[in-house]
């Protein structure tokens, strides 16, 4: 190589864990672009539908508990339309489950990629938190449209100030969902077994947060144990937001924000380690 001539691009190793080259995951926005369209276009592909399935996925879901718990379990909804409180409580946790089951393939499902070419590996599980964002806004205006039917017909739902709190909500539910999303992807390169435990945790975890009943229907002796579930605040505090009901304590919403920076940390060190070495194992 002539003197003149100068490397644009230099590939080093990682020298600690906390070596996450932020700086040059930016660098590469346009294939986060590239990925979230990517991701857009194969889910739909030869579909009929079409991005339609965003609207209709949590249509049927809310449909379905409606005439399961609201007419024939009977489990009170605070006096909202159960519509619209079991739409508020799905919107809220779609986002997180799809960033957290969509990172968690992200060694598994991109292996032949990250063989053949370099590039920062969070930019894969970054491009899923976003993407995921766009199908929560359509689903948001789907609620929306709802919140402003049942208003129109005289339900009495509130807006307050903590209406401002809505995106801070969504930004912690897909920060917790990057965090865990990053744990599982690291862990699944060498037990695969855990993507069967991840399917079935996430439908007990989804009925140990309050989307179908209210928090304020628990029972106080197991109230705490609801509580501790992280999730259980960013879905009270969203329907508190939008609906002007939800029990919400502020421990615990500093509980959920302490576990999510924890949660993110953890599963951050961990994706920086693995992709070290992961191509031996996967």
């Known amino acids: 190589m002539s003197e003149a001539q100068e490397w644009t691009t230099i590939i080093r190793p990682r ?21 979230i369209r990517r991701d857009f276009v194969a889910r739909y592909k030869q579909t009929i539908l079409g991005p339609l399935w965003y609207i209709v996925q949590p249509l049927l879901t809310t449909v379905m508990f409606t005439i399961v718990f ?3 379990a009977k489990i009170p909804t605070d006096g909202i339309p159960h519509m619209l409180f079991y739409l508020s409580g799905t919107v809220i946790w779609n986002y997180f489950s799809r960033c957290l089951t969509g990172i968690s393939n992200t060694f598994i499902g991109n292996a032949g990629l990250f063989g053949k070419v370099y590039f920062p590996r969070l930019v894969i599980p970054i491009s899923v938190v976003v993407s995921n964002l766009f199908q929560f806004l359509v689903q948001f205006l789907l609620l929306l449209g709802f919140w402003v039917y049942f208003w129109s017909k005289g339900v ?35 037990y695969r077994d855990l993507t069967f435990l991840l399917n079935f945790g996430m439908q007990l975890w989804m009925y140990g947060t309050p989307i179908v009943y209210p928090l304020s229907q628990v029972p106080e002796k197991w109230r705490f ?28 919403l500093i509980y959920t924000i302490v576990f999510t920076a924890v949660i993110l940390f953890l ?12 191509m031996d194992t996967v």
């Open 15 to 35: 020298r600690h864990l906390l070596d996450l080259k932020l700086k040059e995951v930016f660098r590469y926005k346009d294939l986060i672009y590239l990925l």
């Open 70 to 72: 609201g007419r024939i």
């Open 156 to 190: 009495p739902l509130e807006l307050s100030w903590s209406i401002l709190l809505l995106p801070f909500y969504v930004f912690i539910a897909g920060l917790m969902g990057l965090g865990f999303g990053l744990l599982f992807s690291s862990m699944t390169t060498k």
């Open 225 to 252: 144990w609801i509580m501790i579930n992280p999730m259980t605040s960013i879905v009270e505090g969203f329907r508190k937001a939008l609906l002007g009901v939800g029990t919400l304590e502020n421990w615990g």
């Open 267 to 278: 599963g951050v060190i961990t994706f920086n380690k693995v992709e070290q070495s992961f």
